[in-house]
């Protein structure tokens, strides 16, 4: 079992970056591909990117291609988001995922964390 921990999210102004952290428990982490969704009030959960068990593929949703970047290190059981270029409609919680595969739909990821608040306003 994996258990996921996400950090790193806040208020920020639009342009503005962050990075976003998820901290996994148990030795299997570099086993499994990891994805970022997000949700905001009132919409459903939707994809945001995901990286492959060994980071060599990297998946990314149209709206945030080019502004984030994710990235993983298994030495430290982490996957990072990348967020530049902040946009107000970027303005959801966002939740990292384990899955055996990568993918850009939530029913192929096993594991998920509880979310950090990401918010874009000025």
């Known amino acids: 079992q994996v258990q996921l921990v996400e950090s790193g999210g806040g208020l920020v102004q639009p342009g503005e970056s962050l990075r976003l952290s998820c901290a996994a428990s148990g030795r299997t982490f570099s086993s499994y591909a990891m994805g970022w969704f997000r949700q905001a009030p009132g919409k459903e959960r939707e994809f945001v990117a995901a990286?492959?068990?060994?980071?060599?593929?990297?998946l990314y949703a149209d709206y945030v291609k080019g502004r984030f970047t994710i990235s993983r290190d298994n030495a430290k059981n982490t996957v990072y988001l990348q967020m530049n270029s902040l946009k107000p409609e970027d303005t959801a919680v966002y939740y990292c995922?384990?899955?055996?595969?990568?993918?850009?739909?939530?029913?192929?990821?096993?594991?998920w964390g509880q979310g950090t608040q990401v918010t874009v306003s000025s």
């Open positions: 995922a384990a899955g055996r595969t990568s993918s850009a739909y939530t029913s192929r990821y096993d594991y």
């Open positions: 990286i492959s068990w060994n980071g060599a593929s990297t």
